[in-house]
């Protein structure tokens, strides 16, 4: 059952990266196969969805529309652009503003509230968004490794680990067997950030130059969205510590400040909102996507590539390159959620055989496992939603548009952080 899933899989991924439009036949056609051959049940397929990140998407989707109707990102649009930077620092800047509120917001979130910014700076001056957006999503994930609150496998491995959200910039000494402490994973993140913020360039800088002699400025129609984005930030992060007491919070918290913004455009303008704004496309291929990979962690496959990683010698930076990079590859592909919760526990064994600290080998883990979903257009949920608001715009991101970015922007920040991770903790 094991390599029939696999393979399975491997066939639908491909379909995916021929016929991206045709995305949802394949997930769905081998979802229905893997019931029809008993792999999965019909029962076990809600445990297999992340209730959490659908949550967030829809709630999101909402505050996002009201956000571009408020006219506030078009605003935002002329105010960079009265600073007459080139697009390529425009560019730049959108994915640095998109990397700061990643590190304390979903990643998903994250994509959703920036979208509108982007759409309306590439619309309005007639530029190729893909680059922008990719660039967006690329800077996001790397990110949400940065902090506690960032993404899902900082929080699991936080919860896991003993760690609190002030261990992620500093790691006091007791954690670590010494007498002092070390600066936390925060800090290796920028570095590898500032280092692949120059890949995004060298792709950006290419864009079509703006000219910038005169443009229509736009009337802000109401500040109240962005507000309801601001508490959601603020809400998302001092909740994130509460997640043990009720799990999906985040999921909740989304979606009740998106029928609050409902409720505001109902009562004080009078409209109602357009279902078909939310990416219908995206949620059911987010569904479909979790399935998948709960099918490959029932059957055992995400375990076997744990079991090997443990097996591979005694020579601890030999270990750490091979957690890191196995698990960029991997997460490439797969999920990082399952895999990460699979691989924590290992390398805790691991380390115990050892007599090693395991701190410096799941800093690098969830390195590898948040930058590895960068490298393909599925590798991770918000890549998928950035994709799919550019089909929504009518923009198709082939498999090779996203990874010629994608590829190159990830292995220079993986490698920067990783090796100043393991100069300064060993």
């Keep these: 059952m094991k390599n029939l899933t696999l393979i399975i899989f491997l066939i639908t991924y491909c379909g995916i990266v021929i016929k991206r439009d045709k995305s949802l036949y394949f997930i769905f056609g081998a979802i229905f196969l893997l019931l029809i051959l008993k792999i999965i049940e019909v029962s076990e397929i809600p445990n297999f969805i992340n209730y959490n990140v659908l949550g967030i998407f829809l709630g999101t989707s909402i505050l996002s529309y009201l956000f571009a109707y408020s006219k506030v990102p078009s605003h935002i649009v002329d105010k960079i652009v009265e600073k007459k930077y080139s697009t390529g620092i425009i560019f730049l800047l959108i994915c640095i ?49 940065a902090t506690m609150v960032g ?12 760690l609190n959200f002030n261990d992620f910039f500093y790691m006091p000494g007791y954690k670590l067997g010494l007498n002092s402490g070390k600066l936390g994973i925060f800090f290796f993140v920028q570095f590898g950030a500032i280092l692949s913020f120059f890949v995004l360039y060298l792709f950006f800088k290419k864009e079509k130059v703006i000219h910038q002699d005169f443009w229509e400025r736009y009337k802000i129609i109401s500040f109240f969205p962005t507000v309801l984005l601001i508490l959601l930030i603020f809400t998302l992060a001092i909740t994130s510590f509460l ?14 400040y998106g029928f609050i913004g409902i409720f505001w455009l109902l009562i004080k303008k009078g409209e109602k ?44 930076f030999k270990i750490f390159l091979m957690i890191v990079w196995i698990s960029v590859f991997v997460s490439a592909f797969v999920d990082n959620i399952p895999y990460t919760m699979a691989m924590i526990s290992g390398i805790k064994i691991l380390c115990k055989n050892l ?17 590895g979903g960068n490298i393909t257009p599925i590798g991770a949920s918000c890549n998928v939603v950035s994709v799919g608001i550019l089909r929504k715009n009518g923009y198709k991101v082939n498999f090779f548009d996203f990874v010629k970015i994608g590829f190159p922007f990830s292995i220079i920040s993986v490698l920067g952080a990783t090796l100043l991770l393991w100069f300064v903790y060993k």
Excluded: R
């Excluded at 993404?151 to 003993?162: G, Q, R, T, V």
């Excluded at 997640?243 to 009740?256: E, G, N, Q, T």
């Excluded at 099918?295 to 055992?300: F, I, R, W």
């Excluded at 007599?355 to 930058?371: K, S």
């Design 243 to 256: 997640k043990d007491v009720f799990s999906y919070f985040p999921a909740v918290i989304c979606l009740a």
């Design 151 to 162: 993404d899902s496998p900082s929080i699991i491995l936080a919860m896991e680990s003993n």
């Design 273 to 316: 909102i357009n279902i078909k704004e939310i990416d219908w496309h995206s949620f059911f291929l987010l569904i479909g996507i979790f399935i998948l990979v709960g099918s490959l962690k029932k059957v055992g496959f995400i375990e076997d590539i744990a079991n090997f990683l443990l097996k591979i010698g005694k020579s601890e």
């Design 97 to 145: 503003i998109t990397g700061f509120i990643s590190a304390f917001v979903e990643n998903i979130a994250t994509i959703m509230i920036m979208a509108p910014v982007a759409l309306e700076f590439t619309k309005k001056y007639k530029i190729n968004p893909i680059p922008l957006f990719v660039g967006m999503a690329v800077s996001s994930n790397l990110q949400g490794c």
């Design 355 to 371: 007599g090693t600290n395991p701190y410096v080998f799941l800093f690098g883990l969830l390195i590898g496992t948040c930058v």
